[in-house]
């Protein structure tokens, strides 16, 4: 399996944008859904946006739809997710995940690849 790794975290401030990117190649990659979750300390991984990597659907939890925004390159295998009016509550282990089922983008356990995650911290 091809694990995903991710880029583009950092330290930013309460209003700023950030894009994320995740790097991944493989059949896994490629054939299924590509997600982006997120982890707080203490907190259970949540997701965030999926897209579908042929057909190129979006699905996005119901908190973030309206600041963020996923896309994917089929040129180079990359799926980005960008962030905008970052808040404090934002702040996370942020990871990207591949080979998904496409009925059931927004589950954890749909994923076959997980990257190593990449720090995001707003501050107030």
């Known amino acids: 399996q091809v694990q995903p790794v991710e880029s583009g975290g950092g330290l930013v401030q309460t209003g700023n944008s950030l894009r994320l990117s995740c790097l991944a190649s493989?059949?896994?990659?490629?054939?299924?859904?590509a997600a982006w979750f997120r982890q707080a300390p203490g907190r259970q991984r949540e997701f965030l946006a999926a897209v579908t990597w042929f057909a190129g659907r979006t699905t996005y939890a119901d908190s973030v739809k309206e600041r963020f925004s996923i896309a994917r390159d089929t040129a180079t295998n990359t799926v980005y997710l960008n962030m905008d009016n970052l808040k404090p509550e934002d702040t996370a282990l942020y990871f990207c995940a591949s080979g998904g089922n496409v009925h059931a983008m927004m589950e954890v356990e749909s994923y076959v690849a997980w990257g190593q995650g990449t720090q995001v911290t707003v501050s107030s």
């Open positions: 493989g059949r896994i990659f490629s054939t299924y859904a």
